[in-house]
């Protein structure tokens, strides 16, 4: 998939030592990196990823404006746990996860709005289809520069879940939950007759 420039990756090929040396556990700053592809890169290998990666509140000297923050993940077969976390939605990102077998679930933030790629089946948290899944715009149709996107390629489980941006944390599960139950939402994609197919990525 190309994206801004961007294309399947390659860890022997893109990207800076200094990126590729960044943990794959804990919380992570994500900075514009003028002379990189990526500005955040991680690949585990075989090893678990398990961060929180915020994004910046301002633009950076030199960033350009029309820049979305640049995130590539890689991995193999261990799991991929991902949570994007940013407080103000111009902000906007384009994050890809590449891996062979790894269950990745991501935790998006609550005004994500853009496009979502991905192969195989997913299963999406009541948070996610309550405050996410109305700006998840078709695969099919032409990209936005000024929105969000993520691509997901991984033949294991595929999770997405809401990260709250006012209370800056991760979804209250009973709370997103009740809204379900007592129809203050809306329903799953599975009952809700929506064609997930148009937001693979082929």
């Known amino acids: 998939m190309s994206s801004e420039g961007h294309s399947t990756y390659s860890s022997s090929e893109k990207g800076s030592l200094a990126l590729l040396n960044n943990p794959t556990k804990g919380t ?3 900075r514009y990196q003028e002379d990189s592809e990526w500005d955040f890169q991680v690949e585990g290998g075989n090893t678990g990823v398990d961060l929180a990666l915020i994004l910046p509140h301002y633009r950076a000297r030199h960033q350009p404006v029309d820049h979305r923050m640049s995130m590539f993940i890689g991995s193999d077969s261990e799991p991929i746990k991902l949570k994007v976390c940013r407080t103000i939605s111009r902000s906007r990102f384009y994050l890809e996860i590449q891996a062979v077998t790894s269950d990745v679930t991501i935790w998006l933030p609550s005004d994500f709005k853009g496009q979502i790629h991905q ?13 996410i899944l109305r700006n998840v715009s078709s695969g099919e149709e032409e990209r936005n520069l000024e929105e969000d996107e993520v691509v997901v390629v991984t033949e294991g489980q595929v999770t997405f879940r809401m990260w709250d941006v006012a209370t800056c944390a991760s979804e209250n599960l009973t709370k997103e939950s009740l809204k379900r139950i007592f129809g203050c939402s809306r329903r799953t994609p599975e009952t809700s007759g929506v064609d997930w197919d148009c937001l693979l990525w082929d």
């Open 28 to 30: 992570s700053r994500v």
């Open 119 to 131: 192969r195989g089946k997913a299963s999406f948290s009541a948070g996610f289809v309550n405050r």
